[in-house]
């Protein structure tokens, strides 16, 4: 019942091929990989169902392709009860990621963006959009971007961007555009050095703050995370942990962030408790396994202080 839904996770969903290397190969070099994993993935299927083991009841708008992989994809998502019914099938391969990384944690990753082409304004229903708590988009195009803070604004939604490769090649000020109908933005150290050319100190995020926006959260990779309302900054702490696979991490820290932030949460706690659900996830090869429950969470994090 679209009513019982608290979160709805609008973006790509691929089939993640995961594989380990010595070291990542120059033009034209041969290089073998020791393993290669076979997951299901995809920012916002990851999102989905990261919330979902955290006990938000939530949905996932995006596409499919009518092949072997997309009926694999939909099977896994259904299995960890994410709600499926506005995925659409399209005639097209589903969305491909080949991900490679080094025991230094170099990584290159490759994505086919596939069936997820696909997803169009009108996938937006209104009638799934109106009773939830959170929208949250990931790597969606400018102009989707666009549509969901306009249907968030009309339906008074909390909403939460975590940007991708499209709008990363936005300027700063069309950038800052699509972020003021966002309440949560989240990027990476890479996606803030890109935009706005400079390096996301506390000085730094503070000048470069969009006005309309509630919160934005920078992951550092190894160095933790910034949030910041615009007035002040907080440093989230690091956890110690034997790093196996940063796929999905981004997108788990997200979830748990939101979790915490739909729960009441005040800024320091939801970045602690997102950073230790980032910790959790990389201890595992693949985006959704190693995934915690609450309850897991908080015993994380308690057995850390």
Request: aromatic share 6%; glycine share 8%.
């Amino acid at each position: 019942m679209a009513e019982e839904i608290e979160v709805i996770s609008i973006g790509n969903l691929n089939l993640d091929l995961i594989g380990k290397l010595e070291k990542l190969p120059q033009s034209d070099e041969k290089t073998i990989l020791d393993n290669l994993n076979r997951r299901s993935g995809g920012g916002a299927a990851n999102f989905t169902v990261a919330c979902t083991k955290l006990g938000l009841k939530s949905k996932l708008i995006g596409c499919a392709g009518k092949d072997s992989f997309g009926e694999e994809i939909l099977r896994g998502l259904e299995e960890r009860g994410v709600e499926t019914s506005s995925i659409r099938k399209v005639d097209s391969l589903t969305g491909l990621a080949f991900i490679f990384s080094t025991s230094e944690n170099h990584r290159l990753l490759i994505e086919h963006r596939g069936a997820n082409s696909n997803l169009k304004i009108s996938d937006l229903k209104e009638k799934y959009l109106r009773e939830a708590k959170l929208l949250h988009a990931s790597s969606v195009t400018p102009e989707m971007a666009k549509q969901i803070g306009i249907k968030s604004e009309k339906f008074d939604l909390k909403t939460s961007l975590d940007l991708g490769a499209e709008l990363t090649k936005l300027g700063s000020k069309e950038l800052s555009k699509i972020l003021n109908r966002f309440d949560i933005g989240f990027m990476n150290q890479e996606t803030f050095e890109t935009i706005f050319e400079t390096i996301p100190n506390e000085k730094n995020i503070l000048d470069k703050f969009p006005e309309g926006l509630e919160t934005l959260v920078i992951t550092l990779e190894a160095k933790g995370a910034i949030a910041t309302n615009g007035k002040e900054t907080i440093l989230s702490p690091t956890y110690k942990v034997e790093v196996k696979d940063t796929t999905g991490a981004g997108d788990a820290f997200a979830a748990a962030f939101s979790k915490l932030i739909i729960d009441g949460a005040n800024l320091k706690k939801a970045l602690k408790y997102a950073a230790a659900e980032a910790a959790i996830k990389v201890q595992y090869i693949g985006a959704r396994e190693g995934l915690p429950t609450q309850e897991e969470l908080k015993n994380f994090v308690e057995k850390h202080e």
